[in-house]
């Protein structure tokens, strides 16, 4: 098992920055490549970003490249989300993802989930 805990959600101006936080506990965290989800109202979880288990190479969604980072610490078990330039409709919650697979970006290939974060950008 691995549990993972989101930070870092909240309240944010069209424009501004948020950094999203993940923390993980349990089995070994270099053996996961790690990701994020987000989830909007009415809307499918979808795909944000990933990063390999040795923190090489990122993915991303095409229409967050230039304004999302994904970066980890394995040796504190952290996965951060950066995100710039925040827009209204990155409006959503934002989960953490664990995946035991060299490289994961459908939620299916993502076996262990935090309970998410709620980010809002206002207009």
């Known amino acids: 098992q691995v549990q993972l805990v989101e930070s870092g959600g909240g309240l944010v101006q069209a424009g501004g920055s948020l950094r999203l936080s993940c923390a993980a506990s349990?089995?070994?965290?270099?053996?996961?490549?790690m990701g994020w989800f987000r989830q909007a109202p009415g809307q499918e979880r979808e795909f944000v970003a990933a990063?390999?288990?040795?923190?090489?190479?990122?993915f991303y969604a095409d229409s967050l490249k230039g304004r999302f980072t994904i970066s980890r610490d394995n040796a504190k078990n952290t996965v951060t989300l950066q995100m710039n330039s925040l827009k209204p409709e990155d409006t959503a919650v934002y989960y953490c993802a664990a995946a035991d697979v060299f490289v994961a970006t459908m939620p299916s290939q993502y076996r262990y989930w935090g309970q998410g974060t709620q980010v809002t950008v206002s207009s």
């Open positions: 349990g089995r070994t965290f270099s053996n996961y490549a």
């Open positions: 990063i390999l288990r040795s923190a090489g190479n990122t």
